[in-house]
Antibody, heavy 116, light 106 residues
Framework: QVQLQESGPGLVKPSQTLSLTCTVSGGSISSGSYYWSWLRQPAGKGLEWIGRVYTSGTTNYNPSLKSRVTMSVDTSKNQLSLKLSSVTAADTAMYYC????????WGQGTLVTVSS | SYDLTQPLSVSVALGQTARITCGGNNIRDKNVHWYQKKPGQAPVLVIFRDSNRPSGIPERFSGSNSGNTATLTISGAQAGDEADYYCQVWDSSSVVFGGGTELTVL
């Protein structure tokens, strides 16, 4: 059974770059022709899709975040990564990685706070 | 851009049927997926492609999609079903979520 685990700094300063990693276990990130997505949820607000990456490196990003987002996959490490540049307090949220066109399974999430 | 509209809240008596709607222009032409989100937990997929239940999801969860409205139905709602529910579709290679519905089981 595939499991996902997000990791990265819990605190990022404004204007800096948020960097997160999602480690996939229980299966190869390259198998099954899946897209892998990042989503987030600010406290008290709804779910927001950030973007997705395929194992070939193909990406699609949320138009509202596209200028600041970079996603990639490292198949040798069974990991995907998210970079979000020029962060502000509005980027404070729980960040999740997940799989597929309908999102399942999900990682447990990691809280990222943007503050000086 | 494509918009999805959900009621902010729905209440249901214990053991009764809850229906959560997701409105969108000709949503019948899209595949709708539903997620359950409880505080402090990751979202859980409860319905995919309009009406399909993932393994492990109780049979009391069902979905439909017709016209401009998709519906998540929870038959015999239990206290443990209290959560926020989100509908989701794909539109032009981007994801759209509804604003979420808070389900209260009375």
């Amino acid at each position: 059974q595939v499991q996902l685990q997000e990791s990265g700094p819990g605190l990022v300063k404004p204007s800096q770059t948020l960097s997160l990693t999602c480690t996939v276990s229980g299966g190869s990130i390259s198998s099954g022709s899946y897209y892998w997505s990042w989503l987030r949820q600010p406290a008290g607000k709804g779910l927001e899709w950030i973007g997705r990456v395929y194992t070939s490196g193909t990406t699609n990003y949320n138009p509202s975040l596209k200028s600041r987002v970079t996603m990639s996959v490292d198949t040798s490490k069974n990991q995907l990564s998210l970079k979000l540049s020029s962060v502000t307090a509005a980027d404070t949220a729980m960040y999740y990685c997940t799989r597929g066109n309908w999102f399942d399974p999900w990682g447990q999430g990691t809280l990222v706070t943007v503050s000086s | 851009s494509y918009d999805l509209t959900q009621p902010l809240s729905v209440s249901v008596a214990l053991g009764q049927t809850a229906r959560i709607t997701c409105g969108g222009n000709n949503i019948r032409d899209k595949n709708v997926h539903w997620y359950q989100k409880k505080p402090g937990q990751a979202p859980v997929l409860v319905i995919f492609r309009d009406s399909n239940r993932p393994s492990g999801i109780p049979e009391r969860f069902s979905g439909s999609n017709s016209g401009n409205t998709a519906t998540l139905t929870i038959s015999g709602a239990q206290a443990g079903d209290e959560a926020d529910y989100y509908c989701q579709v794909w539109d032009s290679s981007s994801v759209v979520f509804g604003g979420g519905t808070e389900l209260t089981v009375l």
